[in-house]
């Protein structure tokens, strides 16, 4: 997925790349597809790249947010956090705030600029200036070539929204604007690892050394559903403009985060749920790399407060050496909060599987805690990857999901849905209520039935977001989501789209 990448100066003074599709010609002129001709020989030197990049930003952010912090005092970080929420009229939920930390902290330190009228008291940052663009000119002798390239190539790029039209876990992702229609292939092997087709992720790419990465992105996915209001906003934008380009996308800043903060609102109206601590439920999957798993064991046994270290490695299982290989580990304390006297909590759980640790808890503090803990213990001996942040709208379905299980039993759903009759009537009521849906207004089509919508390009585009939606759903239901589909296609067959 990987794509052939060269400068191309748009006019606009925002640089750019042009691409080459991995089963376009190659452009060498061999003949053959670029994947398999010179791309084979790019992506061991891209992969390189791409890893001393990762480190070098994260070793640039921890900087950039401790100086950003000591320039922007209290009074600055303030108003950089109402404008960035478009100064609210209201409070702003807590969970869609914990949401947006992370990506307010990347636009804060690269995109933000203020005037001196719109801050209470003086700053250290000079007006019309970001924090990044001010510590590479007060730090520049203590920086890097590589650091230096990344805050010139980061610095005042655009958010956008991307929707991921083709995924290679563990690698990248193909995505397309939906604002400007343009592919950027991108590698991320983290978020490439959660990312579904028709995801869109609210996010800046920076092209950097022939690769697009993404520096600064939401912690959630948009789902497909959404894609409507977001073609709504690029046909607003194109009254005035007739080509939607880096520039416009700077331009309408302002429109693009209000059409994203909207979303993130709608997304986060579900009942917040806590753990027994308090805290906010939000799963986090921190991803480590050992040196050695029987040393991680070792020092990581006595986080569990139920189990002896003897009883742990009687589970575990043992390489040829008899040492550990692989094993889960139960991260716990003695009794609950209020109740001390009470059994073991269980905080959350530590998986030893060779050369990898993987860490599962159920809320951000929770995640601050064994992350300190696990690096405090083992030292070098284990490197951060990445964490993985499963959405609290995801955990809310989950559990609607069990709820539903519960109003009957397991065996006694399977045997109503073995019947031919039942499923076949089933079917029936899908096929006549995806049959009527065709003529039905549709509010997220602007009132239009979406036999309607289908006759501009737009509209096509919005109803076949809004199948794309269905079909996951369907995908998921193991009962009837074969007759779900069935119905579904014969939707895309009477609107001429095409066949998924």
Same mark, same amino acid.
């Given at each position: 997925?990987?794509?052939?990448?060269?400068?191309?100066?748009?006019?606009?003074?925002?640089?750019?790349?042009?691409?080459?599709?991995?089963?376009?010609?190659?452009?060498?002129?061999?003949?053959?597809?670029?994947?398999?001709?010179?791309? /084979?020989?790019?992506?061991?030197?891209?992969?390189?790249?791409?890893?001393?990049?990762?480190?070098?930003?994260?070793?640039?952010?921890?900087?950039?947010?401790?100086?950003?912090?000591?320039?922007?005092?209290?009074?600055?970080? #303030?108003? $950089?956090?109402?404008?960035?929420?478009?100064?609210?009229?209201?409070?702003?939920?807590?969970?869609?705030? +914990?949401?947006?930390?992370?990506?307010?902290?990347?636009?804060?330190?690269?995109?933000?600029?203020?005037?001196?009228?719109?801050?209470?008291?003086?700053?250290?940052?000079?007006?019309?200036?970001?924090?990044?663009?001010?510590?590479?000119?007060?730090? /520049?002798?203590?920086?890097?070539?590589?650091?230096?390239?990344?805050?010139? $190539?980061?610095?005042?790029?655009?958010?956008?929204?991307?929707? #991921?039209?083709?995924?290679?876990?563990?690698?990248?992702?193909?995505?397309? +604007?939906?604002?400007?229609?343009?592919?950027?292939?991108?590698?991320?092997?983290?978020?490439?690892?959660?990312?579904?087709?028709? +995801?869109?992720?609210?996010?800046?790419?920076?092209?950097?050394?022939?690769?697009?990465?993404?520096?600064?992105?939401?912690?959630?996915?948009?789902?497909?559903?959404? /894609?409507?209001?977001?073609?709504?906003?690029?046909?607003?934008?194109?009254?005035?403009?007739?080509?939607?380009?880096?520039?416009?996308?700077?331009?309408?800043?302002?429109?693009?985060?209000?059409?994203?903060?909207?979303?993130?609102?709608?997304?986060?109206?579900?009942?917040?749920?806590?753990?027994?601590?308090?805290?906010?439920?939000?799963?986090?999957?921190?991803?480590?790399?050992?040196?050695?798993?029987?040393?991680?064991?070792?020092?990581?046994?006595?986080?569990?407060?139920?189990?002896?270290?003897?009883? %742990?490695?009687?589970?575990? &299982?043992?390489?040829?050496?008899?040492?550990?290989?692989? %094993?889960?580990?139960?991260?716990?304390?003695?009794?609950?909060?209020?109740?001390?006297?009470?059994?073991?909590?269980?905080?959350?759980?530590?998986?030893?599987? !060779?050369?990898?640790?993987?860490?599962?808890?159920?809320?951000?503090?929770?995640?601050?805690?064994?992350?300190?803990?696990?690096?405090?213990?083992?030292?070098?001996?284990?490197?951060?990857?990445?964490? #993985?942040?499963?959405?609290?709208?995801?955990?809310?379905?989950?559990?609607?999901?069990?709820?539903?299980?519960?109003?009957?039993?397991?065996?006694?759903?399977?045997?109503?849905?073995?019947?031919?009759?039942?499923?076949?009537?089933?079917?029936?009521?899908?096929?006549?209520?995806?049959?009527?849906?065709?003529?039905?207004?549709?509010? $997220?089509?602007?009132?239009?039935?979406?036999?309607?919508? #289908?006759?501009?390009?737009?509209?096509?585009?919005?109803?076949?977001?809004?199948?794309?939606?269905?079909?996951?759903?369907?995908?998921? +239901? &193991?009962?009837? !989501?074969?007759?779900?589909? &069935?119905?579904?296609?014969?939707?895309?067959?009477?609107?001429?789209?095409?066949?998924?």
């Amino acid at each position: 997925m990987e794509a052939c990448l060269r400068e191309n100066d748009r006019g606009d003074g925002t640089g750019g790349v042009m691409e080459t599709g991995r089963n376009a010609p190659c452009p060498c002129g061999s003949g053959k597809k670029y994947k398999k001709c010179c791309l /084979k020989t790019l992506e061991p030197d891209r992969d390189s790249e791409w890893r001393r990049l990762g480190e070098a930003y994260l070793r640039l952010q921890d900087r950039l947010i401790r100086f950003t912090e000591r320039m922007l005092r209290q009074s600055g970080m #303030v108003a $950089a956090y109402d404008e960035f929420l478009l100064w609210p009229d209201e409070e702003v939920d807590e969970q869609l705030l +914990d949401r947006l930390g992370p990506l307010f902290a990347s636009w804060s330190m690269f995109n933000w600029t203020y005037d001196p009228a719109d801050v209470d008291g003086s700053l250290r940052l000079p007006p019309g200036v970001t924090p990044a663009e001010f510590f590479l000119e007060k730090e /520049k002798g203590r920086l890097d070539d590589t650091e230096r390239e990344l805050i010139a $190539a980061i610095s005042r790029g655009p958010f956008r929204f991307c929707e #991921v039209i083709r995924c290679e876990p563990g690698r990248g992702f193909l995505l397309k +604007d939906v604002l400007t229609e343009q592919e950027v292939d991108v590698r991320e092997p983290g978020a490439s690892r959660v990312a579904r087709e028709g +995801d869109i992720l609210f996010c800046r790419v920076t092209p950097i050394r022939g690769m697009n990465m993404l520096f600064g992105c939401s912690n959630f996915a948009i789902p497909p559903e959404f /894609k409507p209001e977001i073609i709504e906003l690029r046909s607003w934008m194109r009254q005035a403009c007739e080509t939607i380009t880096e520039a416009e996308l700077l331009e309408y800043d302002f429109e693009i985060r209000e059409a994203f903060l909207e979303i993130g609102h709608k997304l986060s109206r579900i009942p917040a749920l806590y753990n027994t601590d308090g805290e906010r439920l939000l799963m986090h999957t921190l991803h480590y790399e050992i040196d050695s798993p029987e040393q991680a064991f070792t020092r990581l046994a006595g986080l569990s407060a139920g189990e002896s270290e003897t009883d %742990l490695r009687n589970r575990a &299982k043992l390489d040829d050496r008899g040492q550990i290989s692989k %094993l889960e580990i139960p991260w716990s304390r003695k009794g609950f909060r209020d109740r001390p006297n009470l059994q073991n909590t269980i905080l959350g759980t530590m998986a030893i599987d !060779g050369g990898s640790l993987k860490v599962t808890v159920n809320s951000s503090e929770r995640a601050a805690t064994i992350r300190k803990e696990i690096e405090t213990r083992l030292g070098s001996g284990a490197r951060y990857k990445t964490t #993985v942040i499963e959405t609290a709208e995801h955990m809310m379905q989950q559990v609607r999901s069990q709820d539903a299980r519960m109003t009957r039993s397991e065996a006694e759903h399977d045997e109503l849905m073995q019947n031919p009759e039942i499923k076949a009537k089933l079917a029936e009521i899908f096929a006549s209520h995806w049959g009527s849906w065709m003529d039905e207004k549709i509010p $997220a089509l602007g009132g239009k039935t979406p036999r309607q919508a #289908v006759r501009t390009a737009d509209g096509r585009e919005g109803v076949e977001a809004l199948l794309r939606s269905a079909e996951r759903h369907a995908a998921a +239901d &193991k009962d009837m !989501g074969d007759e779900i589909l &069935k119905a579904l296609e014969g939707v895309r067959r009477r609107l001429n789209l095409p066949r998924r």
